[in-house]
């Protein structure tokens, strides 16, 4: 059971002072019986004039601040510690209907899944589709578990891991002719695959560590993207097609969406000159703690907006 503490900065820089609109924040992680806070602080500088807490539609824990100073940084600070309990690849206990592809999902689960196994992206002469039809056995039956990881560790073995920093992401396609491509475009492309082949798929944002020494997890020192797949009897298992991960070893979850663009770790606006902007750095660190920091029964959470000495006005 690994006791975990995050540390997110964000730092963007402006030549001149700028006025900030709104900024949504998600960097919080979701809680549940696999991961939980023992503590979550955020500290923003300049100090917001106005902040408060929500849950979007996919119940993601949203923080949205407002200003009324202009300055030349927006620094926003995030502090976790947590819990986090991973869930094995052979811990995943499937419904028997649902072992071997294809199956249906239960008349129960098929309404609140329709919107996930809608495909969102363009692909007029099913290239995609082609390519996910690849893993499913021809010569006799396909284990559905082991399809998706086959598929997770086709991304993982055959397609270059190149970092962006640019928001947005490539398309399915692109993905596969280029062969390259950052986290996000990998969860794409799997999601695409998978959705083609049927299954219930999310875009996961959060944050991945090394659970042990000699692990050499991906996406480390920024925010990291992978996928939920809906499996009866197991529910949402995570699958990491940069890593290779079956489960949620060294995967802690923050947003959950349909789409990235609904998962976006930090968004805002400024008001100031276009060539003001100068840059935005953001580190992220995960460190393991050798003690817990306190038990499940008892958590202790705080959250709050504070000046940090470091930032002037």
Same mark, same amino acid.
């Given at each position: 059971?690994?006791?975990?503490?995050?540390?997110?900065?964000?730092?963007?820089?402006?030549?001149?002072?700028?006025? /900030?609109?709104?900024?949504?924040?998600?960097?919080?992680?979701?809680?549940?019986?696999?991961?939980? %806070?023992?503590?979550?602080? !955020?500290?923003?500088?300049?100090?917001?004039?106005? @902040?408060?807490?929500? =849950?979007?539609?996919?119940?993601?824990?949203?923080?949205?601040?407002?200003?009324?100073?202009?300055?030349?940084?927006?620094?926003?600070?995030?502090? @976790?510690?947590?819990? =986090? =309990?991973?869930?094995? +690849?052979?811990?995943?206990?499937?419904?028997?209907?649902?072992?071997?592809?294809? /199956?249906?999902?239960?008349?129960?689960?098929?309404?609140?899944?329709?919107?996930?196994?809608?495909?969102?992206?363009?692909?007029?002469?099913?290239?995609?589709?082609?390519?996910?039809?690849?893993?499913?056995?021809?010569?006799?039956?396909?284990?559905? !578990?082991?399809?998706?990881?086959?598929?997770?560790?086709?991304?993982?073995?055959?397609?270059?891991? $190149?970092?962006?920093?640019?928001?947005?992401?490539?398309?399915?396609?692109?993905?596969?002719?280029?062969?390259?491509?950052?986290?996000?475009?990998?969860?794409?492309?799997?999601?695409?695959?998978?959705?083609? %082949?049927?299954?219930?798929?999310?875009?996961?944002?959060?944050?991945?560590?090394?659970?042990?020494?000699?692990?050499?997890?991906?996406?480390?020192?920024?925010?990291?993207?992978?996928?939920?797949?809906? %499996?009866?009897?197991?529910?949402?298992?995570?699958?990491?097609?940069?890593?290779? @991960? $079956?489960?949620?070893?060294?995967? $802690?979850? $923050?947003?959950?969406?349909?789409?990235?663009?609904?998962?976006?770790?930090?968004?805002?606006?400024?008001?100031?000159?276009?060539? +003001?902007?100068?840059?935005?750095?953001?580190?992220?660190?995960?460190?393991?703690?050798?003690?817990?920091?306190?038990?499940?029964?008892?958590? +202790?959470?705080?959250?709050?907006?504070? @000046?940090?000495?470091?930032?002037?006005?």
């Amino acid at each position: 059971m690994p006791n975990l503490i995050i540390h997110h900065v964000t730092l963007y820089s402006y030549s001149q002072p700028v006025s /900030f609109g709104e900024h949504r924040i998600m960097v919080r992680p979701r809680e549940g019986h696999d991961q939980w %806070l023992t503590e979550a602080r !955020l500290d923003i500088d300049p100090a917001p004039a106005a @902040i408060r807490q929500i =849950h979007d539609v996919f119940g993601n824990s949203v923080t949205i601040a407002r200003f009324d100073r202009p300055a030349t940084q927006l620094s926003i600070e995030s502090t @976790i510690r947590m819990e =986090h =309990h991973p869930l094995e +690849s052979h811990a995943v206990q499937i419904e028997d209907y649902a072992k071997l592809y294809p /199956f249906t999902y239960s008349s129960e689960d098929m309404p609140d899944l329709l919107r996930s196994i809608e495909r969102v992206n363009h692909d007029p002469w099913r290239m995609i589709d082609d390519w996910a039809d690849g893993f499913v056995r021809r010569d006799g039956p396909t284990d559905t !578990l082991a399809m998706l990881t086959a598929i997770t560790a086709a991304i993982c073995r055959d397609f270059t891991y $190149v970092p962006r920093q640019e928001k947005g992401t490539q398309t399915p396609l692109e993905t596969l002719r280029l062969g390259q491509g950052t986290c996000r475009d990998f969860a794409v492309l799997m999601i695409e695959a998978v959705r083609a %082949l049927g299954f219930a798929a999310r875009f996961v944002s959060g944050y991945v560590y090394n659970p042990a020494i000699g692990d050499g997890n991906v996406g480390g020192g920024n925010t990291h993207a992978w996928v939920r797949i809906f %499996l009866p009897g197991e529910g949402w298992v995570e699958f990491d097609p940069t890593n290779g @991960i $079956v489960g949620n070893r060294g995967l $802690v979850r $923050v947003a959950i969406a349909r789409d990235p663009y609904q998962a976006v770790p930090i968004s805002g606006t400024y008001s100031g000159l276009p060539e +003001s902007f100068t840059g935005m750095t953001v580190s992220v660190e995960v460190d393991l703690e050798a003690e817990p920091t306190s038990a499940r029964s008892a958590p +202790s959470t705080t959250e709050q907006s504070a @000046i940090p000495a470091a930032h002037g006005a």
